[in-house]
Antibody, heavy 120, light 107 residues
Framework: QVQLVESGGGLVKPGGSLRLSCAAS????????MSWIRQAPGKGLEWVSY????????YYADSMKGRFTISRDNAENSLFLQMNSLRAEDTAVYYC?????????????WGQGTLVTVSS | AIRMTQSPSSLSASTGDRVTITCRAS??????LVWYQQKPGKAPKLLMY???TLQSGVPSRFSGSGSGTDFTLTISCLQSEDFATYYC?????????FGGGTKVEIK
């Protein structure tokens, strides 16, 4: 069955960096678009970034541009999010999500999320 | 960025009720709309895409309609497992954007 397992979250000071990983299994990872979506505590969902199946097309939300970098390793069935210059407002649960086969920007499978806390 | 506005932000309903949630886009998005359900402490679950196509495995009491700027999610006969928060999301253009959510609570 499809599984997405995030890791790498934790407590980091403002201005610090963190690298999130998402290990995928149960499907042909290289066939699917992937995204990161976050949710601040008690708040709604916010899309962070998207990467195409081959990694050639990438988009970011405006507030993450220049600070976050999405990447993937199709040989290792893994998705990554490098987060630099972290701010308190980046505190959230970060989910990796798979784009659907037919509608690649409708997310049909999500991981359980990893919590990133930015605080001094 | 396209702004997605959901209403109401919360509602109280009883098991068996018919519930309708509205999502409005700040500009036309054709039918590029998704609905998710999220329960506390869990990841969102895809319910519907292209505004009205039911995701595999989702009960038929869920239905969606609309195109352009106005969309609705209807639960025809609310069940206990449907008490959750519902989000719409547009995928017409980047950045992808979500509505603020509608929390469906037990009356």
């Amino acid at each position: 069955q499809v599984q997405l397992v995030e890791s790498g979250g934790g407590l980091v000071k403002p201005g610090g960096s963190l690298r999130l990983s998402c290990a995928a299994s149960g499907f042909t990872f290289s066939d699917y678009y992937m995204s990161w979506i976050r949710q601040a505590p008690g708040k709604g969902l916010e899309w962070v970034s998207y990467i195409s199946s081959g990694g050639s097309t990438i988009y970011y939300a405006d507030s993450m541009k220049g600070r976050f970098t999405i990447s993937r390793d199709n040989a290792e069935n893994s998705l990554f999010l490098q987060m630099n210059s972290l701010r308190a407002e980046d505190t959230a649960v970060y989910y990796c999500a798979r784009g659907g086969a037919d509608q690649q920007l409708a997310f049909d499978y999500w991981g359980q999320g990893t919590l990133v806390t930015v605080s001094s | 960025a396209i702004r997605m506005t959901q209403s109401p932000s919360s509602l109280s309903a009883s098991t068996g009720d018919r519930v309708t949630i509205t999502c409005r886009a700040s500009q036309g998005i054709s039918s590029y709309l998704v609905w998710y359900q999220q329960k506390p402490g869990k990841a969102p679950k895809l319910l519907m895409y292209t505004a009205s196509t039911l995701q595999s495995g989702v009960p038929s009491r869920f239905s969606g309609s609309g195109s352009g700027t106005d969309f609705t999610l209807t639960i025809s006969c609310l069940q206990s497992e449907d008490f959750a928060t519902y989000y719409c999301q547009q995928y017409y253009s980047y950045p992808l954007t979500f509505g603020g959510g509608t929390k469906v609570e037990i009356k």
